[in-house]
């Protein structure tokens, strides 16, 4: 059985910085992509930003040039960097990775962690 928990959110004034990281356990053999998606209050699920596993990254516009996603896959965890951030950031965010067990490939995600930028 394979589980993310992600950690990092928290309350942070705007211009301010945070770092997420998400973790994955179980009985995994390796991991494709990995990425940060968010979900705002009355709106959908958006992705932010994702690392391939030979380390190709992409960013929604918004965030381009403020987040920096990463990955150490010696300890399976994914990272997002925060800068700048602004009160539109505000959000759950939901990390998920592309996971190959000895049975299947499939699609994991963490439980979200809240980040609240005040103006």
């Known amino acids: 059985q394979v589980q993310l928990v992600a950690s990092g959110g928290g309350l942070v004034q705007a211009g301010g910085s945070l770092r997420l990281s998400c973790a994955a356990s179980?009985?995994?053999?390796?991991?494709?992509?990995m990425g940060w998606h968010r979900q705002a209050p009355g709106k959908e699920r958006e992705l932010v930003a994702a690392?391939?596993?030979?380390?190709?990254?992409n960013y929604a516009d918004s965030v381009k040039g403020r987040f920096t996603i990463s990955r150490d896959n010696r300890k399976r965890t994914v990272y997002l960097q925060m800068n700048s951030l602004k009160p539109e950031d505000t959000a759950v965010y939901y990390c998920q990775m592309g996971v190959v067990t000895l049975r299947q490939i499939s699609d994991y995600w963490g439980q979200g962690t809240q980040v609240t930028v005040s103006s």
């Open positions: 179980g009985s995994i053999v390796t991991i494709n992509t």
């Open positions: 690392i391939t596993s030979s380390g190709v990254t």
